[in-house]
């Protein structure tokens, strides 16, 4: 019994360490509407405002899947292919994640990203403000853009 007791208390210790709460995604269509704001959770070795990649695309306009044999991510974006058509499709490849520290972090075989690194891919509707990451729902014509900025 007593046992049982510590290997409780161990492992409530270590489910409590292990993930904290990571930066918010806030989506909205204008400044004056409705707020929806999703919180992800990540482990500790990650930044705190950071969001697991497949998981926050669910959210957003993007499209991102995983290829296990080639050991690399595809992530879509329709936002990009509007305003920046030649940055719409990316390829990031798990053996460059060391140099792109700063962007990703690849945790218990979750990727991992930065609020900076989703924001440049939703092309002048999506920003980080006071560490959240915020995307605009509306369309991509002067209208949205002007929606954006004035949040």
């Not at 208390?9 to 707020?35: M, Y």
């Not at 792109?100 to 092309?123: E, I, T």
Request: some cysteine; glycine content about 4%; overall charge negative.
């Amino acid at each position: 019994m007593k046992y049982r007791y510590i290997l409780i208390t161990i492992l409530t210790v270590v489910l409590l360490s292990t993930t904290a709460f990571a930066g918010e995604l806030n989506i909205t269509d204008g400044p004056d509407c409705e707020v929806k704001t999703v919180t992800f959770e990540t482990p500790v070795d990650v930044p705190a405002d950071w969001f697991p990649l497949e998981e926050v695309a669910q959210h957003l306009p993007l499209q991102v899947t995983r290829d296990k044999q080639a050991h690399k991510y595809v992530i879509d974006s329709e936002p990009m292919k509007k305003t920046w058509p030649a940055l719409r499709h990316q390829e990031i490849f798990e053996s460059s994640l060391q140099w792109r520290v700063k962007d990703f972090k690849m945790v218990n075989d979750v990727l991992y990203c930065s609020p900076w690194f989703l924001a440049s891919r939703m092309g002048g509707v999506g920003f980080v403000h006071e560490g959240e990451l915020w995307y605009c729902n509306t369309t991509l014509d002067l209208d949205g853009h002007i929606k954006s900025a004035l949040l």
